[in-house]
């Protein structure tokens, strides 16, 4: 499933105010003993690509090269979205593009939504971009449900960046969707983690229109 941002929203001040914000950082599982009722796990992949072709990640060359500070909050309702480019989510977490994109972090029970998505060093062209899916031209909303007792795999969320000229235009676009690699996926969560095997649930982003 999938869906396009037509125009691109340029925001450093977002990109330099959120990360630094009151946004929780979301702690990886690794020093986690034990799942129960009060906690969950939520892991996935990252994937970016460039007119349909996947961009490699090298070693950054700074800690700024390929990274993603994603932003999340509990889903009440569509008409309580937040809204204010200046308040970021509830929490944060962060993906390195160089490490494979894979992420997971600890979070508490819920339904959840992506705030914003900010991209810095990640597409040809455009150093730093910040994104919130459902304020744009066609909006979409992203939701994930965080079980509880359960390492919960989201899939791969691939970010598909084009540019054409036309018209003596350089025209941007965004395509956001979600594919299944859960073995893979599984794997990789597993090499860290193997004491979560018996919770390990598939239940994929979600992506709805607005």
């Known amino acids: 499933m999938g869906a396009k941002i037509n125009v691109f929203r340029f925001s450093i001040l977002i990109l330099v105010a959120l990360p630094l914000s009151c946004a929780t950082r979301l702690p990886p599982p690794q020093n986690l003993s034990s799942l129960n009722d009060k906690n969950s796990i939520v892991f996935g992949k990252m994937e ?11 070693t950054s060359r700074t800690f700024l090269d390929g990274l993603m500070m994603c932003h999340v909050s ?21 993906v390195a593009l160089d490490n494979d994109g894979y992420f997971s972090f600890l979070i508490p029970p819920g339904k959840y939504y992506l705030v914003e998505l900010d991209y810095v060093y990640v597409f040809p062209d455009e150093p730093s971009v910040g994104i919130r899916t459902y304020q744009g031209k066609s909006p979409f909303l992203m939701t994930f449900d965080a079980l509880p007792n359960r390492a919960v795999c989201i899939g791969t969320i691939q970010n598909d960046y084009d540019a054409q000229w036309g018209n003596w235009l350089l025209k941007r676009s965004l395509s956001i969707s979600v594919t299944n690699d859960f073995a893979d996926t599984k794997n990789w969560f597993l090499k860290s983690n193997p004491k979560f095997e018996t919770n390990v649930v598939e239940e994929d982003l979600k992506i709805s229109s607005l």
Request: charged content about 20%; cysteine-free.
């Open 48 to 58: 970016v690509l460039d007119n349909g072709d996947p961009i490699h990640f090298k």
């Open 74 to 94: 509990q889903y009440v309702s569509n008409q309580k979205l937040n809204r204010d480019l200046l308040v970021a989510g509830q929490y944060a977490f962060k």
